[in-house]
C-alpha cells in the first residue's frame, strides 16, 4: 500500500473512533480528539504531505470564519432565551393536539436549520423538545409517544439546505466553486422544499400509530427574559439575514456579514447583558470545528491516492454524457458516500471530483455540467447521512445528547427510517433540480 492510500484506513480509524467515542485511560475519544489523531496520523506516515495539508486548511477558511460567526449567533440568542419562547409558542399553536405539535416541531427546527445551520438546529432544539415533550406528555403515552418528537427535531438538520448557510458543507463547496448567497438560494429553495414535503411525510407515515393525539399544554412555563436584550437580538439577526441576501448587490461575501453580525451581537450582549463575551466564544461547538478541519486534512490525500479519479470515471460512465443522467448519478453517489463515510469529508471528496473532472465531452456545456454537479453533490450530502447514524456530525450529536438525558435510540430503527425517507427526498429533489435547469438554465 502507498503512503496515500493509507489516507483511506485512516479515515475508516476516524469515523470509527468518532461513532464509537472509546475511553483511553481517563480520556473519552469524541468526534473532535479522533480527527485530530486521524490528521496527524495522515500527516505522519505520508499520506497527506504537510503542504497538501495547509492547502486543505487553508480553503476551510473563509467557511469556518461563517460557521463560528453563526454559532455565535445561535449562542447568544439562546441566552436571550429566544428558543425557549420559540418551543412555549410550540406548544400554545398546537393546542393540545400531539399531532399538530409534531408538525409545529418540524416547521420551527426546519426553519432554525435553515438560518443557523443544521449543527445548531440539533444542538439547540434537542434539549428544548426533550424538556418540552417531558412537561406535556400525558401518563398514559407510551414510551414510543415520545420518539417521533426526537426524530422530528434530526430530520430538520439533515434536509436540503436552503440557504448556503443552512451546513457547513454547503458553504464549503459555495466557496470552491464561488456560488453566491443569492445563486445557491436561486437554486436550492426548490429542492429543499422537496425534502422538507418527503421527509415530513415519511416520517408521518413511519411514525402514524406512535403520536399521541394530546398533550397538557397548560403545563409548559414561560421563560424569564429581557425584553430588550430579546427584541436587540431579533433585530441583529434579521439584519444578518438581510445581508446575506444583498451582499451580491454591495459586493460582500457571505463570510463578512456574518462576521459582522455575530461581532455586533456578541458586543451588545457584552454591554446591555453583562455576558461574558470570551465565554460565549469559549462555549460554542469548537469541537465541530476541529472534527471538519481533520477531516478534511485526511480526505485531501485521497486525491493523491486516486479516490477523485475513480468518483469521475463512476459518475461519467454510468452517467453518460446528459445532464439529466449525471445530474441523478451524482446526487445518489454523495448521498450513498455520506451515509458511509460522513457527509464531510465526502463533500470535500466530491468537489475535488467535479473541480478536477473534464467536461470536453459534454459539448462546451462546462460551466453547466460542473454547476448541476454541484448542486446534485449537496442535495446528496445534505440529505445522505439520514441513511446511517455515522453520517453527519449532526447525528452523533443528537444520539449523545439523547443517550445524557437516559433516552436511547436503536441504529436499527435510525436506519429502518432513514433509508426510505432518505432515497425518495433525494430522488425528488434532484428531479427538482433538474426541472428547474430546463425552465431557467443554470446561468445567473
Avoid at 321 to 345: Q, R
Amino acid at each position: 500500500m502507498t503512503a496515500p492510500q493509507l489516507a483511506f484506513p485512516i479515515l475508516a480509524l476516524t469515523v470509527s473512533l468518532a461513532l464509537t467515542r472509546p475511553i483511553v485511560g481517563r480520556i473519552r475519544i469524541d468526534h473532535a480528539p479522533a480527527a485530530v489523531l486521524g490528521a496527524l496520523l495522515a500527516v505522519l506516515v505520508g499520506a497527506v504531505p504537510p503542504g497538501v495539508a495547509w492547502d486543505a486548511l487553508g480553503v476551510l477558511l473563509r467557511p469556518v470564519l461563517t460557521i463560528i460567526s453563526l454559532m455565535i449567533l445561535t449562542t447568544v440568542a439562546e441566552r436571550a432565551q429566544l428558543f425557549e419562547l420559540v418551543a412555549l409558542y410550540l406548544a400554545a399553536l398546537a393546542k393540545g393536539d400531539g399531532r399538530r405539535l409534531f408538525t409545529w416541531i418540524f416547521v420551527a427546527g426546519t426553519v432554525t436549520g435553515a438560518i443557523f445551520t443544521n449543527d445548531a438546529a440539533v444542538l439547540i432544539f434537542t434539549p428544548l423538545i426533550v424538556k418540552l415533550i417531558e412537561e406535556v406528555k400525558d401518563d398514559s403515552w407510551p414510551r414510543s409517544a415520545v420518539v417521533p418528537y426526537y426524530f422530528a427535531v434530526l430530520y430538520v438538520a439533515n434536509l436540503v439546505g436552503a440557504f448556503v448557510i443552512s451546513n457547513p458543507i454547503n458553504l464549503i463547496l459555495a466557496d470552491i466553486f464561488e456560488i453566491s448567497f443569492l445563486e445557491y438560494a436561486r437554486w436550492m429553495i426548490g429542492p429543499a422544499a422537496a425534502s422538507i414535503v418527503v421527509s415530513y411525510v415519511g416520517l408521518r407515515i413511519f411514525f402514524r400509530r406512535d403520536l399521541p393525539e394530546r398533550f397538557h399544554y397548560t403545563r409548559v412555563r414561560i421563560p424569564q427574559t429581557s425584553r430588550r436584550f430579546l427584541a436587540l437580538t431579533g433585530a441583529v439577526l434579521l439584519l444578518t439575514l438581510a445581508g446575506f441576501f444583498l451582499g451580491q448587490l454591495v459586493g460582500l461575501p457571505t463570510w463578512a456579514f456574518a462576521v459582522g453580525g455575530a461581532a455586533v451581537l456578541l458586543t451588545l450582549a457584552a454591554l446591555t447583558e453583562r455576558l461574558d463575551a470570551a465565554e460565549i466564544v469559549r462555549s460554542i461547538g469548537w469541537d465541530v470545528i476541529v472534527f471538519v478541519s481533520g477531516i478534511f486534512v485526511i480526505v485531501s490525500g485521497m486525491r493523491e491516492a486516486g479516490l477523485t479519479a475513480e468518483l469521475q470515471r463512476f459518475v461519467t460512465y454510468v452517467g453518460g454524457a446528459g445532464i439529466f443522467s449525471l445530474t441523478l448519478v451524482n446526487g445518489f453517489v454523495a448521498a450513498v458516500c455520506s451515509a458511509i463515510m460522513n457527509n464531510h469529508p465526502t463533500a470535500y471528496t466530491m468537489a475535488l471530483a467535479i473541480e478536477d473532472m473534464s467536461a470536453a465531452a459534454f459539448e462546451g456545456l462546462q460551466w453547466e455540467v460542473k454547476r448541476m454537479l454541484v448542486f446534485s453533490a449537496l442535495i446528496g450530502g445534505d440529505l445522505g447521512p439520514k441513511m446511517l447514524p455515522i453520517g453527519s456530525l449532526a447525528a452523533l450529536m443528537w444520539f449523545r445528547m439523547l443517550r445524557a438525558r437516559g433516552i436511547e435510540i436503536p441504529y436499527a430503527l435510525y436506519v429502518k427510517v432513514g433509508i426510505p425517507v432518505t432515497l425518495a427526498a433525494v430522488l425528488l429533489s434532484l428531479l427538482v433540480l433538474y426541472l428547474q435547469y430546463l425552465l431557467f438554465g443554470t446561468r445567473p
